[in-house]
Nanobody, 129 residues
Framework: QVQLVESGGGLVQAGGSLRLSCLAS????????MAWFRQAPGKEREFVAV????????YYGDSVKGRFTISRDNAKNTVYLQMNSLKPEDTAVYSC??????????????????????WGRGTQVTVSS
C-alpha cells in the first residue's frame, strides 16, 4: 500500500510560480514511477510529468515542457513539481500518482493514468490572468 498526500497548491497570478509536493508513505521501489496529472473542469485528466525514484527516466507533457520541473527527495519520500511561468490554462486539480515499476517494464505507458495504482486526493492550482 502507498499513501500519497499533495500540498502546495493555491492561487497565483499568470507568470508566477508554485511548488507542489507529494509525500509518499508505504512501500515504494527505486524503479517505481511517481507522476503528476492534472484535471481541469470539463476536461480529461492530463499527464504532466513523471520520474522514477532512482532518478532515471523523466518525462514531461508537451504543454508544460520548459516550464515545469519534477524532482524528488528520497530521504523525505517526497516528489516535487516546480511550476514556473504559470498560465491561466494551467488551472486544474493536480494529483500525484504512484505506480509499480513492473507495470512499466517495457518502458511505455507513463502517460496513461490507468497504469497507476495509487493516487492522492489532489491540490487545486488556480492561475489568474
Amino acid at each position: 500500500q502507498v499513501q500519497l498526500v499533495e500540498s502546495g497548491g493555491g492561487l497565483v497570478q499568470a507568470g508566477g510560480s508554485l511548488r507542489l509536493s507529494c509525500l509518499a508513505s508505504g512501500r515504494t521501489g527505486s524503479t517505481d514511477p511517481m507522476a503528476w496529472f492534472r484535471q481541469a473542469p470539463g476536461k480529461e485528466r492530463e499527464f504532466v510529468a513523471v520520474l522514477m525514484w532512482n532518478g532515471n527516466r523523466i518525462y514531461y507533457g508537451d504543454s508544460v515542457k520548459g516550464r515545469f520541473t519534477i524532482s524528488r527527495d528520497n530521504a523525505k519520500n517526497t516528489v516535487y513539481l516546480q511550476m514556473n511561468s504559470l498560465k491561466p490554462e494551467d488551472t486544474a486539480v493536480y494529483s500525484c500518482a504512484a505506480g509499480s515499476g513492473s507495470d512499466f517494464a517495457d518502458g511505455r505507458g507513463y502517460t496513461s493514468a490507468y497504469k497507476y495504482g495509487y493516487w492522492g486526493r489532489g491540490t487545486q492550482v488556480t492561475v489568474s490572468s
